[in-house]
């Protein structure tokens, strides 16, 4: 007999969108969304569908690797069955260990394929409630104007989470955060540097804030990546807590972070470490006390409620960043599960990550 799960084939599609503005970090930005989309059809006709988010000035992926990657994963799961897909994540993660995106567009679709299958929402894997999450909203990097524009844009909507991106310019950086927290009264403040500055840059600027009276509810990826001592300076002699980010690229990176308590907090993405591995740094970390953020790079519905649905159902992420869907034109929209103020609410999601492209 057949199996139901065999797969019968795979597509690989491009995943394109406009951005109502350019998603601007200290590192670069994103003008539009420009993704792939896997597709994996199994012998019943059931599919599953997976998201590669290719963030070149953040990872060094690119597309044209990324999609041939995405071919030759698509032939060798041909007439496979996705039953034992920790196998299948081991068999990903050696063959593509640069292209995580990749990995994690390939799982998804496994996950979907196989909870559509069991006729469970995937939340439903590691719960049997799903927690509402509540994501926050970033404000990207901007002039002092269009901060405060945005901010009181975004408050008025119901946003009490606030990511701001800093890391280019400290004075002006500091003008934006302290308008930020003037024009979201009561909010949670994140800070997240995206490697732009230095240990004792860093330390300063946390001391400026503390002098005017703010103190942020944590500070992500002060340091570049490769800076060990720094992320470790900075953790050390600072109360604020610090959330390791480009720096936890890997379940290798984040082990590490782990054993030496290099950081406070682990924002984890689906880009950086597919499904398998984001569950196990989660469950490590939370044993090693430190805390989490649920991220994600430029995703479209798709991946984001995947991610939403790990959180949801793992139901021990401190931070989520879970609002690309509010930055490109129409996809809020397009969410039955997401709000206008980023609630998920994953409770009505029938079966699979419940997003149908
Ligand atoms: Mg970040």
Redesign the pocket.
């Known amino acids: 007999m057949t199996s139901p799960l065999l797969v019968a084939r795979t597509s690989v599609k491009k995943l394109r969108a406009p951005l109502s503005q350019p998603f601007r970090v200290a590192s670069g930005q994103h003008d539009q969304l420009d993704n792939l989309l896997f597709v994996l059809h199994l012998k019943k006709g059931l599919k599953g569908c997976g998201e590669a988010a290719v963030a070149t000035h953040i990872t060094g992926e690119t597309l044209v690797q990324t999609s041939k990657n995405l071919e030759h994963a698509g032939g060798w799961l041909k007439g496979r069955t996705i039953d034992d897909y920790p196998a299948i994540s081991a068999r990903l993660h050696d063959r593509f260990p640069h292209n995580k995106s990749a990995v994690a567009a390939v799982e998804m679709a496994v996950f979907d394929a196989l909870t559509r299958h069991l006729n469970i929402p995937l939340w439903r894997l590691w719960s049997s409630k799903p927690k509402t999450l509540r994501a926050d909203i970033t404000v990207v990097i901007a002039d002092l104007e269009e901060t405060k524009e945005k901010t009181r844009a975004f408050y008025k909507k119901g946003f009490r989470a606030f990511k701001i991106k800093i890391g280019r310019d400290m004075d002006l950086d500091f003008k934006r955060v302290m308008a930020v927290n003037r024009l979201a009264p009561g909010s949670q403040m994140i800070l997240?540097a995206?490697q732009g500055y230095s240990a004792r840059q860093t330390l300063q600027f946390l001391k400026d804030l503390q002098k005017a009276g703010l103190v942020p509810d944590l500070i992500?990826?002060p340091v570049p990546k490769a800076d060990w001592e720094g992320l470790q300076k900075v953790t050390r002699e600072t109360k604020v807590c610090v959330c390791a980010?480009?720096s936890a690229s890997s379940l290798a990176d984040a082990l590490r972070i782990i054993k030496a308590r290099a950081a406070g907090a682990i924002?984890i993405k689906l880009m950086k470490t597919g499904i398998v591995h984001a569950v196990e740094i989660s469950r490590l970390a939370r044993a090693a006390g430190i805390k989490l953020m649920i991220?994600g790079m430029m995703e479209s519905n798709l991946a984001m409620t995947a991610s939403a649905h790990l959180a949801a159902g793992l139901g021990c992420f401190d931070f989520i960043d879970l609002d690309t869907p509010f930055f490109i034109k129409g996809e809020v929209g397009r969410n039955p599960y997401l709000s206008s103020n980023g609630t998920y609410d994953l409770s009505m999601v029938k079966a699979g990550i419940g997003i149908d492209l």
Do not use: F, H, M, S
């Open positions: 997240d995206n992500e990826q980010d480009e924002n991220g």
